[in-house]
């Protein structure tokens, strides 16, 4: 790696998204070769010796630890990158920010806006660079999205409509709580859908058509009680399980958004279509690769819906991989976000969504909370 400067790694949870991240610094080198920094996977932090051992063999990094206190001390580790569930994020970013740490951090930033405030403040008062990993928008097809409405081919945009359906909880023998289950524990979570799905697809939207100002949800928690893994006892389940609301969004644009956990048949359907006075897109995670776009300015008679397969080496990221017409995956939307967080780190400049971009949010996410539990609308205080 001659030449090159090194940006070393703690990561904190070896889960699902902790395999996401290693990978993702594993590969940028190879894909990126012209950038100034390269990722050193220094450590890895796991309260299990034995498997965080084995995650690090795994996966190449050069040392463990127990404790993400310890981790969070070290001299030779100049990024703490969180993939604990949410109820750990604020606890190690604040401490890693007043340790003078880079921050990455998985989302949503927090359970609450109130538990997102301090990690903000934290990050800012000690000038370190920061960063949450809403993957979604570095999909090149998603990407290539925010470049037709940014140069205005949609024209003034009418309606906004996402979903994220699942179909992971629907037996009420599944427990709460613990290994791979935290998210139907709202202490662990914070919420259910709404800050586990809805908050991509909220990013997502704000990202591509400006601020939420104020919602009007349901939600609905289909089984009440259910066996919590750490007490072994039946308990009162908190978490929503299926979220629906609409909003204006400050450009005058409607939205629709509907998230479950009990749409039989679905294991992560993630989409989006914008309708705008010329044209509207439209994007689907299963079909991660294509664009679909209708331009009412097209000649009549060829007037239709394009598939655009984004694999272009004009189109965002794909000069980086194949050659055009070869589709890439979910993990490669990590390695971009790596490219990204590191020419940041070469132009100064943030790396978007930053951990106040972030908490825009989850002011979304939390008023759609209040509404459902109010029945009433509610102000997001997203101001843009
Ligand atoms: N960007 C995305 O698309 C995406 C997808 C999935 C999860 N996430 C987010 O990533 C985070 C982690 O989710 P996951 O699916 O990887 O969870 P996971 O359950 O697979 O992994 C969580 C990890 O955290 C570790 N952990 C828990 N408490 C810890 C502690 N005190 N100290 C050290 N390690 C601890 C666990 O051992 C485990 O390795 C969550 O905030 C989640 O919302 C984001």
Known sequence: MNNKKELRIGLVGYGFMGRTHSNAYLRVPNFFPELEY????????????????AFADQWGYESVETDWKALITRKDIDAIDICTPNNMHAEIAIAAAQAGKIVLCEKPLARTVAEAQPMVDAVEKAGVRNTVWYNYRRVPAVTLAKQLIDA???????????????DWTISPELPQGGEGLWRLDNDAAGSGV?????????????????????????????????????????????????????????NGSLGVFESTRYAR?????????????????????????????????DESIVRGWRSIHVTDADQPFMDKWWVP???????HTFVHQVADFLISIED??????????????????????????TRSWKDTGVTW
């Open 38 to 53: 390269v990722p050193v996977l220094k450590a890895v932090c796991a309260r299990n010796e034995e498997r965080v051992k």
């Open 348 to 373: 100064n400049t943030p790396c978007s969504p930053t951990f106040k971009e972030a908490q825009e949010t989850q002011k979304v996410c939390e008023a759609v909370l209040d509404s459902a539990k």
């Open 152 to 166: 205005g081919k949609l024209g003034k945009i009418f309606h906004y409509r996402a979903n994220f359906l699942q």
């Open 194 to 250: 709404t800050g586990d799905l809805l908050a991509h697809c909220i990013d997502t939207a704000m990202w591509l058509n400006g601020g939420i100002k104020d919602v009007s949800a349901v939600t609905e928690t289909f089984i009440k009680e259910r066996v919590h893994t750490g007490t072994g006892k039946k308990q009162k389940v908190d978490i929503d399980d299926a979220c629906i609301f609409h909003c204006h969004f400050s």
């Open 265 to 297: 048949g679905h294991k992560a359907l993630n989409t989006f279509e914008i309708n705008g006075e010329h044209a509207s897109i439209r994007w689907d995670l299963h079909d991660l690769n294509r664009l679909e776009y209708f331009d009412h300015r």
């Open 325 to 331: 017409g070869l589709s890439i995956g979910y993990e």
